[in-house]
């Protein structure tokens, strides 16, 4: 493939493709940030496989029908939104471009898309969910203490956030070689990679003139003395409770008033277990090829769970969505919407809150014109008729019971 560096320059908003917005994250990222954006768990056999499953989807489209100007917007787990997306929960934003969080949400509320913000988020949740137009949809892990999860419920309820989003596939931490070689303990950089951020100038000069990002999320969580970014992380990998259980959903149902949404479920029992314990909606994930290498990519159980719930809920996936096609692949298998992580976030590292919105600008003018290319211009027009035999692992749920 041609190195898209060559002809990407630093101007997002001349970027055609997500491809050329990732080379100029990589441009302007020392390489050991660049790596937490792209890496997975050991052999990144599942980070491969997300995008391979998408690849392996074939189109058949119709012709002659009149497509006018195609739409993709509509309802979007009770609210409207210009596109079935929503920006995916991510950490480090703050590295990644200064107040990093803040700009990836402005960016989503422009284009008017709900913004999952992280537990672990560099930015309060209270300064993200004020900024005007957003649909704010709050991340949240199960701590071994119950009165910090408690405590950031009540904070995410009083700031009108309108979901929670639960994540369950990381409450043990994976096995990441990258990660290992990057940083001496935490998230401090060996003295190697300290030398070479020095070379990426403008991203050494947004960090002296901002300063280092702290986790502001954990605010009032993380002890004292331990709310540096080092500290900080290292008290959140010691306190995720790897008990994690169908009771402590059930107990998160129980005292959050609003939209619940259970991230990180492949199996399609698991799907409808998160249904019967009053989950809103599903969304599959394995956590972007983070968590455990060797899994099937949500895509590939997409089919076989919408057909397990039978309309109990809607169904989100997220992993290798890299284009606007992909959006309408998941639609034509029985999604009710994506959400996208790395593509926003290599928007965010190359340009801001400009880089962020030409990346949802990008994956919504592809998925609308594959949607016209198709000759279903609208999102109830697009199906499973417009696959061309689909692989075996979309036709339903046999294969794994």
């Known amino acids: 493939m041609r190195d898209r560096r ?3 320059g630093r101007n997002p908003a001349r970027a055609v493709a997500i491809d050329d917005l990732r080379a100029m994250a990589r441009a302007r990222l020392p390489q050991f940030l660049f790596e937490y954006i792209e890496g997975g768990a050991d052999a990144e056999l599942t980070l491969a496989r997300n995008r391979a499953a998408f690849d392996e989807l074939r189109w ?3 012709v002659l029908r ?3 100007r195609p739409d993709l917007s509509g309802d979007f787990l009770g609210a409207p939104a210009s596109l079935p997306l929503a920006v995916a929960p991510t950490g480090f934003n703050g590295l990644m471009w200064p107040q990093g969080d803040l700009a990836l949400a402005r960016a989503a509320a422009a284009a008017g898309l709900p913004f999952v913000q992280s537990a672990v ?4 949740l209270e300064a993200v969910a004020r900024i005007p137009g957003l649909r704010h949809w709050q991340q949240v892990y199960v701590f071994r203490d119950p009165a910090a999860v408690e405590r950031m419920v009540a ?12 994540t369950v596939d990381s409450n043990v931490y994976s096995s990441r070689p990258w990660d290992r070689r990057n940083y001496r303990a935490g998230t401090n950089p060996t003295r190697a990679n300290k030398i070479e951020a020095l070379r990426h100038l403008r991203w050494t000069r947004d960090l002296l003139r901002h300063g280092l990002p702290r986790f502001g999320n954990l605010d009032g969580l993380v002890p004292e003395g331990q709310t540096d970014i080092v500290g900080a992380a290292t008290w959140l990998r010691e306190q995720i409770d790897p008990d994690l259980d169908w009771d402590r959903v ?3 149902r129980r005292v959050w008033p609003r939209r619940l949404i259970v991230k990180g479920l492949l199996h399609p029992e698991d799907a409808v277990e998160a249904a019967a314990r009053g989950a809103d909606a599903v969304s599959l994930s394995n956590h972007g090829g983070r968590q455990l290498d060797g899994a099937p990519a949500p895509v590939e159980m997409l089919a076989g769970v919408v057909a397990a719930l039978d309309g109990r809920a809607p169904v989100l996936i997220d992993g290798g969505i890299r284009r606007g096609s992909d959006i309408a692949k998941a639609l034509a298998l029985g999604a009710h919407g994506v959400l996208a992580g790395r593509a926003p976030v290599w928007g965010l590292a190359a340009g801001g809150t400009e880089g962020a919105a030409r990346a949802l600008a990008i994956l919504r003018e ?3 014109r594959c949607a016209a290319l198709l000759g279903a ?9 417009c696959l061309h035999e689909p692989p075996d692992w979309a036709a339903g749920v046999s294969a794994i019971r």
């Open 250 to 252: 059930s107990w998160l």
């Open 6 to 8: 060559l002809y990407a």
């Open 155 to 166: 904070r995410a309820e009083a700031a009108g956030s309108e979901a929670l989003v639960l």
């Open 121 to 124: 988020s560099n930015e309060p």
């Open 377 to 385: 211009p609208r999102r109830d027009d697009i199906s499973a008729a």
């Open 66 to 68: 009149p497509v006018g």
């Open 366 to 368: 592809e998925a609308e």
């Open 60 to 62: 058949m489209p119709r």
